[in-house]
Every structure is written in C-alpha cells, then in structure tokens.
C-alpha cells in the first residue's frame, strides 16, 4: 500500500488547508489511518485518526473543534480539514496506514504498516 500526502502550503494565522492522503489501492479503506505532524526539533505529533472499522475519530486535545478528519472510500481518500490554523501547527504532516486493532492519537510510529511522504504547513503571516 502507498500513500501520498497532499495540500500543504502557507497559510496566514487563522486560515484553512484540507489536505489529502490518497492509498494506492481500495485497501487503505480498511485500514485506520492517523495524521501524524513533526515540527522542527519536535517529536512526532499525533493530530487525529479515523478508524478502518467504523470510522470513529479522534483528535488532539491541541487540534479539537478546529481540524476534522474524513474519508472517502470511493476515492480511496482520508482527509483533514484544518480551520483557524495557529503558527504551532506548522510542520511536516504525514498519514499512516496501520492493520491493528486499535489505534489513537498517542499510538507510536513503528505499531503502523505505511506511512507518506509528507506535506508541508506553513502558518506564518
């Protein structure tokens, strides 16, 4: 399974970016898949996930009431809508496929099977 990130971009404090992870194959629709952010000289961030099984959600109490994740099994796509961005969300922002049982936002990187490339935010005005 492959998955590529997309919609990363700058954006001024308090505006939106949707990006989009994208699977290979109509697999990825099984599987949970997580956002993941990394700022510079920061650990990895889980920011929120959507289960393969029920697409349950859950989120960072730092991401609550402003990002959304979604999927769209027919695009083979998990999305995440990020509305009032803040300069602290500016990072690196990966999606990871994992198989497993359960999953949340504190679930660490090696417990996945796949993982993107990445996609850049930039909140800076």
């Known amino acids: 399974l492959q998955l590529v990130e997309s919609g990363g971009g700058l954006v001024q404090p308090g505006g939106s970016l949707r990006l989009s992870c994208v699977a290979s194959?109509?697999?990825?629709?099984?599987?949970?898949i997580t956002w993941f952010r990394q700022a510079p000289g920061k650990d990895h961030e889980g920011v929120s996930c959507?289960?393969?099984?029920?697409?349950?959600?859950l989120y960072a109490d730092s991401v609550k009431g402003r990002f959304t994740i979604s999927r769209d099994n027919a695009k083979n796509t998990v999305y995440l809508q990020m509305n009032s961005l803040k300069p602290e969300d500016t990072g690196m922002y990966y999606c990871?496929?994992?198989?497993?049982?359960?999953?949340?936002?504190?679930?660490?990187?090696?417990?996945?099977?796949?993982w993107g490339q990445g996609t850049q935010v930039t909140v800076s005005s």
């Open positions: 990871l496929a994992g198989s497993g049982r359960h999953y949340d936002t504190s679930t660490p990187l090696h417990e996945y099977d796949f």
């Open positions: 194959t109509f697999a990825g629709n099984y599987y949970t």
């Open positions: 959507i289960s393969g099984s029920d697409d349950s959600t």
